[in-house]
Structure formats: structure tokens, C-alpha cells
């Protein structure tokens, strides 16, 4: 069901494609439940929390690559070039928002 909600997408009155179902997790006596709404007629608090969860899950996924390519970049430090990583996404969004294709995967 979340992954029939997640790809479930809609377009706005400017033309941007955008995914139409949040979701918001919430831990209750040691149990996770999962909360989605559709974003045109979810409360403000709910929207605010889906996308705050979802940064911080990007954090995370930044976070394990900059890990992953520091390990790798130790490994062979002196027998290849460093493997260079940028984390400020600031000209790929920028880029993406004036060919028209910012949107989710």
C-alpha cells in the first residue's frame, strides 16, 4: 500500500509534478505506526513533519556516503586519486528547476 501512495503524483497549476501522498511516522508505546495524507487536504502540522522526516532521512543517506567514500578514500590513498564528494546539492536543483525536471524519482 505505501508504495501504491508514494507513486501516486500530481501536477500543479505551474506545470511542477509532485508527489501527492505523504507520510508521517509516529512511535506510540514502542509501536510505529505510519500516517499518510493527501498533501492538498492535510493539515499544515502533518505536511510540516512528512517533509521534515524526509530531510532528515536524506541527512541520513548524505551522511552514509560521505562515510562509505572516506572509507573507500582511505583504502586506496596512494594508489588512486581521491574520490571527490559534494554535498551541496544548491546548482543540481537550480539546474534541474530550469530544465523543468525537478521532481521525484
Given at each position: 500500500?505505501?508504495?501504491?501512495?508514494r507513486?501516486?503524483?500530481g501536477?500543479?497549476?505551474?506545470?511542477r509534478?509532485?508527489?501527492?501522498?505523504?507520510?508521517?511516522?509516529?512511535?506510540?508505546?514502542?509501536?510505529?505506526?505510519?500516517?499518510?495524507?493527501?498533501?492538498?487536504?492535510?493539515?499544515?502540522?502533518?505536511?510540516?513533519?512528512?517533509?521534515?522526516?524526509?530531510?532528515?532521512?536524506?541527512?541520513?543517506?548524505?551522511?552514509?556516503?560521505?562515510?562509505?567514500?572516506?572509507?573507500?578514500?582511505?583504502?586506496?590513498?596512494?594508489?588512486?586519486?581521491?574520490?571527490?564528494?559534494?554535498?551541496?546539492?544548491?546548482?543540481?536543483?537550480?539546474?534541474?528547476?530550469?530544465?523543468?525536471?525537478?521532481?521525484?524519482?
Open positions: 500500500m505505501a508504495q501504491a501512495l507513486s501516486e503524483y501536477t500543479d497549476e505551474k506545470g509534478r509532485y508527489r501527492e501522498n505523504h507520510a508521517v511516522r509516529v512511535t506510540k508505546a514502542g509501536v510505529q505506526y505510519t500516517f499518510w495524507a493527501a498533501m492538498r487536504f492535510a493539515p499544515h502540522e502533518h505536511m510540516e513533519r512528512a517533509f521534515a522526516q524526509r530531510r532528515d532521512a536524506i541527512v541520513g543517506d548524505c551522511s552514509q556516503l560521505k562515510t562509505d567514500v572516506d572509507a573507500y578514500n582511505s583504502m586506496v590513498s596512494g594508489k588512486r586519486p581521491s574520490i571527490q564528494l559534494i554535498l551541496d546539492f544548491t546548482e543540481d536543483i537550480a539546474e534541474r528547476e530550469a530544465m523543468g525536471i525537478c521532481r521525484a524519482a
